[in-house]
């Protein structure tokens, strides 16, 4: 039987061979582990082929049971949840397990007020405020499937977002702070919906007390919806194979799409990978930097830690505000024990200088963890030694939306540590490199597209409403195999270096975009005839965004058209996917079938124009070194 704690690293060898040999004995006896109204039959059921991955077999449980609930008797009044607001000045909020699960339950109440019933679609704008967590875990106790929306994302992109997965009710906030501003949300929520007639009701957070329209009969402020709930809610009973939660990802074609992740399996796979990564220990308190928004928020904010029972801490503010000490401040202020961010964060600080470091302790802090894109050596030299002394091993961890758990990663003060390398997969997890026809790429020292051959419990199960959309995304590049779109290193002892996206999806910030949605709203301005998108080397973002763009005539190619161009990528995407920069060309490299040679566009965009391979196979070959001479 395998132990849920790894405690060293002959536990981890033995756990990982068991899930390897027998991963059905392996995965039911990490799954013991939880809360379940009705134990499962059978443990998997799978096919890469169409594909048809279900996990724990008519298995019967609620997510927030174990969250929550199960929590009550020995960790009642111990702290779930730490908010840190924006403004230092204004006070944190702690809520106990207790507390935490009353107003998961008087939300949910409302909710169910307002009609929302097992398998709507309910989708979350909201700013990392508590009711962002509540909304979440209310969907999850009401077996309402969650659709959160990151609060950056424009009008256009909220629309497609609500009306793609026909979200019912909407919630959100009448607006959010940022460092020093504060930005509408609500309205944003009003233009989205004005083509989403699926949506019935909207019900609204009071974060800033801005005097905003509410519609009759539509809008709801929460607080006086909440005047009338008890804070008991009883939690609906859900099949392991029944929805969780949608979360819109990019991929290379212009449309985002919705990742399904289901209730068991995720719940087994990121408890089970929280603990074992980060080590955590009962008396720990843990932050974790993202927003709820993306999948490391949902993962690692709000159900890792609270089915482990962790106190989590969640920051509604940037790291430079008020100053480039922020984060560093707020680990003295609650003794943060891990800290888990993101490596443009850590770029980003580095350029502020070490001081803003230096002026605090950072005594509390035991663990350091990185996510979302590869981490730079100079990056997690200066995150090792400068917020960990030197004393916290620092983990990288590797996963994606569509794994729904962290993947390969050291585990803390177990595995070996080597910057920039994620590491060793994790129990569970067969990875294996490949060439471009598929064939496994054996032994270390070598170079691949990497891939995974057996399912693992939080594997993504479909994307909404187009099955054959994931078929073709993730299994039908190789045969029997899930393809992640990275390719990877393996090196002595097995350890993984990832070096990042093969397909036309750009991780600016560790945020995903794809090209081909780039291109899409940077189309929507009249002045473009076409446009070719792609990224390139980006010293605090990893990625930065560049645009080569055709205008139509009597179009002036100046910084005004670049104004504009900018614009309409914020209308369309939101801030988060700006281009860096967009150079005027007359023409782009392109095939004689019509495809635009990226890999031209890309060596140019990253200043390599020694060796950009053939270009015979061009339609017109004249126009490479057009855009090579006006490279910005
Ligand atoms: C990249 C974020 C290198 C990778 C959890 C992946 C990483 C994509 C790492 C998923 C890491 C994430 N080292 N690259 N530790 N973590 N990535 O879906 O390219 O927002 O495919 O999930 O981010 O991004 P996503």
């Known amino acids: ?19 390897v040999n027998q991963p059905e004995a392996f995965w039911n006896s990490i799954a013991d582990n939880y809360t379940w109204r009705k134990k499962w039959d059978k443990t998997l059921e799978w096919n890469f082929t ?7 077999i008519n298995g019967k449980l609620n997510i927030t049971e174990n969250c929550l609930d199960r929590h009550l008797e020995q960790r009642g009044n111990k702290i779930a949840l730490i908010w840190e607001p924006n403004d230092p000045k204004e006070m944190s909020i702690r809520y106990t397990y207790r507390e935490l699960h009353s107003h998961v339950c008087r939300m949910a109440n409302v909710l169910k007020k307002l009609g929302v019933t097992k398998g709507d679609r309910v989708c979350i704008y909201l700013p990392m405020i508590p009711e962002l967590a509540f909304a979440v875990l209310a969907c999850a106790r009401l077996g309402a499937v969650h659709s959160v929306v990151f609060a950056g994302f424009s009008v256009n992109a909220l629309a497609d977002r609500i009306q793609d997965s026909g979200c019912k009710l909407v919630i959100t906030s009448d607006g959010l702070n940022r460092g020093a501003k504060q930005i509408p949300v609500k309205s944003v929520v009003d233009e ?6 699926l949506v019935e009701k ?12 509410m519609k009759d009969g539509r809008d709801i402020w929460y607080h006086e919806a909440l005047s009338h709930e008890g804070d008991s809610c009883q939690a609906t009973e859900m099949d392991s194979e029944d929805q969780l939660f949608i979360l819109y990802t990019s991929g290379s074609t212009g449309k985002p799409k919705g990742v399904v992740h289901t209730c068991g399996g995720y719940m087994v796979y990121v408890g089970y990978t929280f603990q074992n990564v980060f080590q955590y220990n009962e008396s720990d308190i843990y932050w974790c930097t993202a927003d709820i928004g993306w999948i490391t ?11 482990q029972g962790a106190t989590t801490l969640m920051f509604e503010g940037v790291p430079t505000f008020p100053d480039p000490g922020r984060f560093w401040q707020v680990i003295d202020k609650h003794s943060v024990n891990s800290f888990y961010t993101a490596p443009t964060a850590i770029r980003s ?8 470091v230096l002026a605090y302790s950072l005594h509390s802090l035991k663990v350091l963890g990185s996510v979302g894109e590869p981490i730079n050596e100079e990056a997690w030299h200066w995150y090792h030694t400068h917020v960990g002394k030197g004393r916290c091993p620092l983990v990288d961890t590797w996963w994606q939306t569509e794994t729904g758990g962290i993947m390969i990663s050291a585990l803390a003060g ?9 590491g060793l997969p994790l129990p569970g997890i067969q990875t294996l490199l490949v060439d471009n026809e598929g064939n496994e790429i054996t032994g270390e020292g070598v170079e691949g597209y990497l891939c995974i051959k057996f399912p693992w419990p939080s594997m993504i199960r479909t994307t909404y409403g187009d099955h054959e959309r994931c078929r073709q995304t993730y299994f039908s590049n190789y045969k029997n195999l899930y393809f992640t779109g990275d390719g990877a290193r393996r090196e002595e002892g097995g350890i993984y270096r990832i070096i990042g996206r093969v397909d036309d999806v750009i991780n600016v910030s560790g945020h995903r975009f794809g090209t081909a949605e780039i291109e899409n709203a940077i189309n929507q301005n009249k002045k473009v005839v076409e446009s070719a998108v792609v990224g390139f080397p980006h010293d605090i973002k990893g990625q930065g965004i560049y645009a080569y ?25 939101g801030r988060i996917a700006k281009p860096d920069k967009i150079q005027f060309v007359s023409g782009l490299p392109k095939t004689r079938s019509g495809k635009i040679m990226r890999r031209i566009l890309r060596k140019i965009a990253e200043g390599d124009t020694s060796s950009l391979g053939d270009t015979s196979t061009l339609l017109d070959p004249l126009i490479v070194d057009e855009i090579a001479n006006g490279r910005l």
Not at 414 to 422: E, N, T, Y
């Open 349 to 356: 600080l580095m350029a502020s200088g070490v001081d803003h």
């Open 549 to 573: 763009v055709i205008l139509g005539e009597g179009a002036s190619n100046d910084n005004h058209t670049r104004d504009e161009i900018v614009e309409s990528v914020v209308e369309y995407i």
């Open 50 to 56: 169409d594909p048809d991955v279900k996990w724990f």
């Open 202 to 213: 909207v019900l609204v957070v009071n974060r800033l007390n801005w005097p905003i329209q």
């Open 414 to 422: 177990i595995s070996d540590l080597k910057p920039a390398h994620a």
């Open 297 to 307: 928020g949902h993962s690692y904010i709000l159900y890792g830690p609270l089915l």
């Open 192 to 197: 989205a919906i004005a083509s989403c007639p």
């Open 1 to 19: 039987m395998a132990n849920f704690k790894i405690q060293n690293k002959a536990d981890y060898e033995q756990s990982f061979q068991e899930s």
